[in-house]
């Protein structure tokens, strides 16, 4: 059992920065990759980015250049942070951080097998 937690979103303005931390805790975190989606109101959940169980970071290309994903392991928990930096409109959305076990470059949120509850980030113009 893997248990998500995520936090760091509210409301920000056009241009602005946030970045959004997931605390994950349970057995064998270091066999899982870690994923950040995101889902605005009336549309499916999207990839946002992720790291494999290696360590390799991928992201959609809606956010390459703007958004960085890195990860921060200390004993019992995994701590996998989302810097987002020249937000937009189109970034708002609810992010839900994803667990997936010796996953490598999945994109498809079926293929995630644990999540958090999500945070919400409301970009205005």
């Known amino acids: 059992q893997v248990n998500l937690v995520e936090s760091g979103g509210g409301l920000v303005q056009a241009g602005d920065s946030v970045r959004l931390t997931c605390v994950a805790s349970?057995?064998?975190?270091?066999?899982?990759?870690m994923g950040w989606f995101r889902q605005a109101p009336g549309k499916e959940r999207e990839f946002v980015s992720g790291?494999?169980?290696?360590?390799?970071?991928?992201?959609a290309d809606s956010v390459k250049g703007r958004f960085t994903i890195s990860r921060d392991n200390a004993r019992s928990t995994v701590s996998v942070y989302l810097q987002m930096n020249d937000l937009k409109p189109e970034d708002t959305a609810v992010y839900y951080c994803?667990?997936?076990?010796?996953?490598?470059?999945?994109?498809?949120?079926?293929?995630?097998?644990?999540w958090g509850l999500g945070t919400q980030v409301t970009v205005s113009s």
């Open positions: 994803g667990a997936d076990q010796y996953g490598s470059g999945n994109r498809q949120w079926e293929r995630f097998t644990y």
């Open positions: 790291l494999t169980w290696r360590g390799a970071p991928y992201y």
């Open positions: 349970g057995v064998v975190l270091s066999t899982y990759a």
